[in-house]
């Protein structure tokens, strides 16, 4: 195709595109006479994103904490993106399923091994100052993350270990949600009674969950699964993947996050052991208590009973 034909070629497809939105192609060329170059700065909205780090002390090493909670929070919307191509794709196969699969893995990979920002990033003596103005605030209550576990896997793989032969894929949405594992960081089961952290989380996006629990009730990562032919449920790469996504979030990520923690609030000497937020948790975050598993089907009897028992 010489340079003639690919300049026809172009301008018809210009006009089909936007015959198929019922707009004149010549307003939209006309358009392109006024419009100015876009830059990188305008693209990634550089300036404001480089606006919202809001410290509440004059402590240097708060802006490290800031940031690396928004940069999470970043990835997080990155592994949502890529779930819900998996959650919405029709006629998945395995490559794509694998392919976008671990895309997120690596996402989580990238998480694990940031934490020693964190953890040899910040002065203890700063933190254990700083940290006393994000009370009753908790890394607990980052909506996006309860969002991927929603995304992941079967409400009953979330539901306190406690609670689960109470309830199955007929139980109503609100009752579920009252029973997930991390309920247990800020609810008295005896009373019902719950923190100031876990009500005002619940006041904010309760309503977000309950949807997405539902929305992704047939289509969550472990559902797309189990609707690939019976074949391509034994493709060793795609198993592979499916393994080591959930082992990577359900206990490398875990463990190094709680390791950080541990440095600062509890094996420092200076701390009181406490959660900003009030929970408990080192029961809360180890997965060998809360036993966060996505994946139960593809690991083996004795890789369930010591899940997360040995690190």
Known sequence: MNEIENSEYLLREIELKYQAINQKTETQLEGLLWSKPITYWDYIQTDALLNIQ?????????????????????IFKMILWEMKQISYCENIDTVFFTERLMRISRYFDMLTTSFSIMEDGMDVDQYMKFRNTLTPASGFQSAQ??????????????????????????????????????????????????????????????????NHMEEYNTINIWQKFKQLPELDQKNPELIQAMRHYDHT????????????????????????GEA?????????????YQRRIFFPELWSEHELKNWGAEM
Do not use: C
């Open 54 to 74: 809001t410290q509440r002390t004059t402590l240097p090493d708060e802006m490290v904490f800031i940031m690396y909670h928004q940069v999470n929070e970043l």
């Open 145 to 210: 993350y309860r969002l991927i576990e929603f995304s992941s896997t079967d409400l009953i793989n979330l539901i306190d270990h406690r609670f689960r032969d109470s309830i199955d894929r007929s139980t109503s949405y609100d009752f579920a949600f009252e029973h997930l594992y991390w309920q247990a960081a800020g609810k008295d089961y005896h009373t019902g009674k719950k923190s100031f952290l876990l009500d005002e989380f619940e006041k904010k996006y309760k309503k977000l969950f309950l």
């Open 276 to 288: 900003t937020g009030g929970s408990d948790w080192k029961k809360y975050m180890h997965p060998k």
């Open 249 to 272: 979030v359900n206990i490398t990520w875990v463990m190094q996050h709680l390791n950080t923690a541990k440095k600062y609030i509890d094996s420092s000497g200076k701390g009181d």
